[in-house]
Nanobody, 116 residues
């Protein structure tokens, strides 16, 4: 059974940092493109970052550029989202997604709240 499990969320003050993890079982994350997406209350889903399969080319949305970094630990079969200088507008449920042309798997999501 394939599972993606997010962890590392929580409450943080503006300007703080969190590192989200997306740990996989039942698949090898290096074989998939993996994205982080988020959904804030009352808003539609927003793509945040992607790391490509194989070579691991990364990209992040303009709204988080310079603050968020996506990375992969192949030995741990885990994708990370390092989030620095967090802002209240980063408050959302964050999801990881692993996909190919034939498969599409999502984690259950994890809450990130940025508030003083």
């Amino acid at each position: 059974e394939v599972q993606l499990v997010e962890s590392g969320g929580g409450l943080v003050q503006p300007g703080g940092s969190l590192r989200l993890s997306c740990a996989a079982s039942g698949l090898t994350l290096g074989d998939y493109d993996v994205t982080w997406a988020r959904q804030a209350p009352g808003k539609g889903p927003e793509w945040v970052a992607v790391i490509n399969s194989g070579g691991g080319i990364t990209n992040v949305a303009d709204s988080v550029k310079g603050r968020f970094t996506i990375s992969r630990d192949s030995a741990a079969n885990t994708i990370y989202l390092q989030m620095n200088n967090l802002k209240p507008e980063d408050t959302a449920v964050y999801f990881c997604r692993a996909y190919t042309a034939s498969y599409d798997y999502w984690g259950q999501g994890i809450q990130v709240t940025v508030s003083s």
